[in-house]
């Protein structure tokens, strides 16, 4: 157009507090390998943070029902009532902790759940401890929230429990919220009670906020009993919010029912986050979460018993693939293997074991120890078997 002087187009500029977040390692790698098996390659994956089992039967036949109910309309921001009582009804059976139903909120998964927490209690420069290893989203919602996440090592040798002496040495006066998550993703550790009630302490003594994710709570393995911190007194359960689902307990990953047990005025301004955000959770997947957790227990105890094989299995595999060290798993689904003996960092050894060996791992850097990787055991007897053999002869190939 005449008298218009035209440049060359601005380039997008990108909110600053971006630079600081990496795509996720898991999906990245889990994509990759299913691109590779669409194309014809025997992929065997060990990537998959999700239950290989099907939706219980009564849960989707409560789905069917309410979708031919015409249910698909948006519900309360916060959940339904039913399925807020549902979860109220699960703490008292499972924890004996009593909670009202508006001290619940329904999120979009409990990933979700995580990410609201930390954006209603996390101010910029606020700082946010947690074990590492440590689930790959923790470090980078607090990044997004404005906050500083703090990295608490643990190690191997000591099945990588956080112990309250290295939770109190790392609390400064920004120190606002530690994250416990038990078991463990990645490593498959368990906190005994011994352990969380000095943890307890920590929290009380220090002033802190505690998040305690519990998504695995019913994978424990060799007679152990899960607890909660919320389960340690009154007082330490004002200050703690409780983070579960029915993703990992019923596979419904893809179904995204998640839920935060707390505080009622801090539930309340996380639905209020969900009414400009999400708005409500699927509302057929809401009510066929009321039916999952109104299941007796056999269901998650049968699943319970085939993950425990499974662990013993690919445990025993892995320890004769050369230069893995595998730490025995307490809990969860996963084993998480120290490969310094390799020679090699944990990117490199996933892209080679993808590439030559056909089989799909993650690197345990996205998780904050580049000496280790994470098998899941989310597969069946024989993936595992036929899986873990292509590791260990590739190992005796490659490494020295």
């Known amino acids: 157009?005449?008298?218009?002087?035209?440049?060359?187009?601005?380039?997008?500029?990108?909110?600053?507090?971006?630079?600081?977040?990496?795509?996720?390692?898991?999906l990245k790698l889990t994509s990759k390998a299913k691109e590779m098996k669409a194309k014809g390659l025997p992929i065997l994956s060990f990537g998959a943070g999700e239950p290989d089992f099907d939706v219980p039967r009564a849960v989707k036949d409560e789905g069917v029902r309410r979708l031919e109910g015409g249910f698909t309309k948006y519900t309360p921001t916060s959940g339904i009532p039913e399925l807020r009582k549902a979860v109220a009804r699960k703490f008292v059976e499972d924890q004996g902790i009593e909670y009202a139903p508006e001290e619940t909120v329904i999120s979009c998964g409990a990933k979700h759940s995580l990410y609201n927490l930390i954006q209603v209690l996390c101010d910029p420069g606020d700082e946010v401890l947690f074990g590492s290893p440590y689930w790959v989203s923790y470090p980078e919602m607090v990044y997004l929230a404005g906050g500083k996440p703090v990295a608490i090592p643990t190690e191997q040798s000591n099945a990588f429990r956080l112990?309250?002496?290295?939770?109190?040495?790392?609390?400064?006066?920004?120190?606002?919220?530690?994250v416990i998550n038990s078991p463990s993703n990645p490593t498959g550790g368990i906190l005994e009670e011994r352990d969380i009630r000095a943890l307890a302490e920590v929290v009380l003594e220090k002033n802190l906020i505690c998040i305690s994710d519990e998504i695995y709570e019913y994978y424990l393995y060799n007679g152990k009993k899960h607890?909660?911190?919320?389960q340690v007194s009154g007082e330490v359960k004002?200050?703690?919010?409780?983070?579960?689902?029915?993703?990992?307990?019923?596979?419904?990953?893809?179904?995204?029912?998640?839920y935060t047990a707390g505080d009622a005025e801090v539930v309340k301004k996380i639905g209020i986050l969900q009414d400009h955000s999400t708005s409500n959770p699927s509302s057929i997947s809401q009510w066929m979460a009321?039916?999952?957790?109104?299941?007796?227990?056999?269901?998650?105890?049968?699943?319970?018993?085939?993950?425990?094989?499974?662990?013993?299995l690919m445990l025993e595999l892995l320890s004769k693939a050369k230069g893995f060290k595998p730490f025995s798993p307490e809990g969860a689904f996963y084993v998480f293997s120290d490969v310094s003996g390799t020679g090699m960092g944990s990117e490199i050894l996933c892209e080679r074991l993808l590439?030559?060996?056909?089989?799909?791992?993650?690197?345990?850097?996205?998780?904050?120890?580049?000496?280790?990787?994470?098998?899941?055991?989310?597969?069946?007897?024989?993936?595992?078997?036929?899986?873990?053999?292509?590791?260990?002869?590739?190992?005796?190939?490659?490494?020295?």
């Open 1 to 26: 157009m005449q008298g218009v002087e035209t440049k060359g187009e601005a380039a997008m500029k990108i909110a600053a507090r971006m630079a600081l977040v990496s795509p996720s390692a898991t």
């Open 355 to 400: 590439e030559e060996a056909n089989v799909a791992v993650i690197p345990g850097k996205s998780f904050g120890s580049d000496r280790h990787v994470r098998f899941s055991f989310a597969a069946s007897e024989k993936d595992i078997e036929e899986g873990v053999k292509r590791v260990i002869e590739w190992t005796e190939k490659n490494v020295k």
């Open 238 to 258: 004002k200050r703690t919010f409780v983070v579960n689902g029915t993703s990992k307990s019923h596979s419904m990953t893809g179904l995204r029912i998640g």
């Open 290 to 312: 009321v039916a999952a957790l109104g299941l007796p227990a056999d269901y998650r105890i049968e699943v319970r018993g085939i993950f425990e094989k499974r662990s013993r």
């Open 227 to 230: 607890f909660s911190i919320a």
């Open 163 to 178: 112990t309250a002496d290295a939770v109190r040495r790392a609390v400064t006066p920004k120190s606002k919220i530690l």
